[in-house]
């Protein structure tokens, strides 16, 4: 079958031949259709984040995919089923994470990752999963679906933002998205139900497709360059949510400023191991006297598919195919890695229904 992967050694995504996988006990064989790129995929490219499989010269990439049941093996799902697989898996054996349903509270030697750490990814003709780890999905889901797993993201970590505000009577007024990449403004999207008013800020000129994303949604887009994140209150107003999908490990920092009395950030970036200086003093006291709240986010597990679903459902019509501009032949590898200022999503395209 075919695959998209990165041998060791090598800085490009290759389209390579491989066996088709065998589904063991409990898994099923899953027919792959689409699987979605974003920032984390080049990370893995450029070995900034996560590894090669033990014992493999190559890894197959690929966290966000949308597939057919091809071969339902020993399992309850149905041959023909729509699924999205999730993304972590345990090492050698469960840990208490895995055991309690929570993978994606694990620390990241206590789980694989596919398609970033450790774990064969899903660009491929086929791919095999335990059961418990394939999210059945409406038939409608047959192109958006690889916007489940993202989406996932931002539900487990609105989740937790929300649980740290839920002991007083929090206001959503006004929310601002820090970056926007796919991550940025899937949550933008799904953000216009929640509050009255939203920004999201980048750092492009007119005219760009995401600014018309944005705009479209109904939301003010912030540039950066102009008007930093620690000046949005003067320049805007003081923001009751921070939604940092960036990497830009200085804006953890100032999402404290950007913040109302009792607002929240969350942070989802993965920076390098920038240094830099931080006004500390004066930032411990603004969380402290402002009852503000920082919590960082990563992953999500079959619940926060199961309401990303939920969420993708009720967003316009327009906004899906708005977002994936470009869809592309596994044979393109290039042009699908390939970054330029017009595209936002890309998808590589392994089979129809
Ligand atoms: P992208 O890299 O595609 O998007 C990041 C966006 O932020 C880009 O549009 C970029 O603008 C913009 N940006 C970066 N720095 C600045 C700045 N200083 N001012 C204004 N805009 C800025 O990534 P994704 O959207 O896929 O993901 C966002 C981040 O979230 C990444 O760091 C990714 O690794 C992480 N992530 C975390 C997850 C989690 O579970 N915690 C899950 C998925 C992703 P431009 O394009 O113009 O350079
Ligand atoms: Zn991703």
Redesign the pocket.
């Known amino acids: 079958m075919r695959a998209i992967a990165v041998e060791r050694g090598d800085s490009q995504p290759r389209l390579i031949e491989k066996p088709r996988p065998e589904p063991g006990p409990g898994e099923a064989l899953v027919r792959t259709l689409r699987v979605g790129i ?3 995929d ?2 893995v490219i450029d070995g900034n ?1 996560g590894g090669f499989p033990a014992d493999s010269d190559h890894q197959v990439l690929g966290h966000e995919a949308v597939g057919v049941v091809e071969a339902s093996n020993d399992t309850d799902l149905e041959e023909g089923q729509l699924v999205v697989p999730t993304v972590r898996r345990p090492p050698n054996t469960a840990n208490e994470f895995f055991r309690r349903g929570e993978p994606d509270m694990a620390p990241p030697d206590q789980c694989l990752e596919r398609g970033i750490d450790g774990a064969h990814g899903y660009m491929a003709d086929y791919f095999t999963s335990p059961e418990a780890f394939l999210v059945p999905v409406p038939a409608a889901f047959e192109a958006t679906g690889i916007l489940i797993e ?1 989406m996932s ?1 931002t539900e ?2 609105l989740e937790h933002a929300s649980a740290s505000r839920s002991a007083f009577d929090w206001q959503r007024d006004a929310a601002l998205v ?7 403004l899937l949550t933008l999207a799904r953000l216009q139900s929640e509050f009255d008013r939203t920004y999201c ?4 000129d007119r005219p760009d497709p ?1 600014i018309d994303l944005i705009e479209r949604l109904g939301a003010t887009y912030v540039d ?1 360059r102009e008007t930093p994140v620690t000046d949005v209150p003067t320049a805007y107003e003081p923001m009751d949510l921070v939604y940092e ?4 490990a200085k ?1 953890a920092f100032d999402t404290i400023d950007a913040l109302e009395q009792n607002g929240v950030g969350v942070l ?4 390098g191991d920038d240094a830099f200086d931080v006004e500390g003093g004066r930032l411990h006291r603004s969380l402290v006297q402002g009852n503000k709240a920082l919590v960082g ?4 597990h079959v619940t926060h598919f199961e309401t990303a679903c939920e969420t993708l459902s009720a967003l316009p019509d327009w906004f899906g195919d708005a977002l994936v501009t470009d869809v592309f032949e596994p044979a393109a590898v290039d042009d699908a890695f390939s970054r330029s ?1 017009d595209r936002i999503k890309t998808v590589i395209e392994f089979g129809s229904r």
């Open positions: 974003d920032g984390t080049f990370e984040h993202p993201n487990k970590a820090l970056g926007n990449g796919p991550l940025g800020l980048g750092r492009r995401t950066s999908a960036t990497g830009y804006h989802l970036g993965l920076p986010s990563v992953n999500s200022p």
